[in-house]
Nanobody, 122 residues
């Protein structure tokens, strides 16, 4: 089992920044990738960004790649999402996720966090 707990969400004005945090605990020896999804009201959950924990590769959805940066600190077993130039359409619940045993973001995650709300006002 792997436990993921997100933090760092909140209310921000358009153009502002937030940094999300997600430390992993439990069977972390098996982790290969971590990432962030989001789900807005009435919409499907979508992959925002992901990173391989060996730092070889990252993935971003097109509408965030010039504004968001995903990073990880393997010593702290934590993944971060730095979100700059936020827009009202970024408003959603953001979920931390992880993949184990050579799985990555081309497959459904193995574990999810509880989510943290990000609200961007216009």
């Amino acid at each position: 089992q792997v436990q993921l707990v997100e933090s760092g969400g909140g209310l921000v004005q358009a153009g502002g920044s937030l940094r999300l945090f997600c430390p992993a605990s439990g069977s972390i020896f098996s982790l290969d990738s971590m990432g962030w999804y989001r789900q807005a009201p009435g919409k499907q959950r979508e992959l925002v960004a992901a990173i391989s924990l060996n730092h070889v590769s990252t993935h971003y959805r097109d509408d965030v790649k010039d504004r968001f940066t995903i990073s990880s600190d393997n010593a702290k077993n934590t993944v971060y999402l730095q979100m700059n130039s936020l827009k009202p359409e970024d408003t959603a619940v953001y979920y931390c996720s992880c993949w184990r045993y050579n799985r990555n973001w081309n497959q459904p995650p193995d574990y999810w966090g509880q989510g943290t709300q990000v609200t961007v006002s216009s």
